[in-house]
C-alpha cells in the first residue's frame, strides 16, 4: 500500500499550505507577523517551508477567526491563554482534522492533475 505524498512530507511550501488550508498566500504572510506561535523557518532560497506543526496551527488560527468570530487581537490572546481541558484538545482535534483533510484535498486535485 502506498503512502500518502503528505504523509511523507517534512516540509510545505506556501503554495502547498495555501491549498491544504483553504487560504490564500498573502493571509498566510500576514498572520505570520501577527502571531508570534507562527513562523515558519525560510529556506537558503528565502522561501517559507512549512511544518505540520506550523499548518496545525494556522488550522487553529483560522477555526478562531471564522468559527468563534474573534478579532485578530482576539485569536492571539486565545491562542495565549492556558486553555482548560476539553476546549484546547476540540480545537487542537479540529485543527489536527481540518489539516488532514486540506492534505486529501490537495492529494486529489494532484492525482487528477496527473490523470
Known sequence: MA???AM???YYSISEVSKITGLKPYVLRYWEKEFDNLRPKKNRGGNRTYTQKDIEIINRINYLRKKEKLTIEGTRKKLAMKKQGEEKK???STAKIKTLLGQIRKD???????L
Not at 486529489?108 to 496527473?114: F, Q
Open 3 to 5: 503512502k500518502s505524498a
Open 8 to 10: 511523507e512530507k517534512l
Open 90 to 92: 476540540v480545537i487542537h
Open 108 to 114: 486529489i486535485k494532484d492525482t487528477l492533475a496527473d
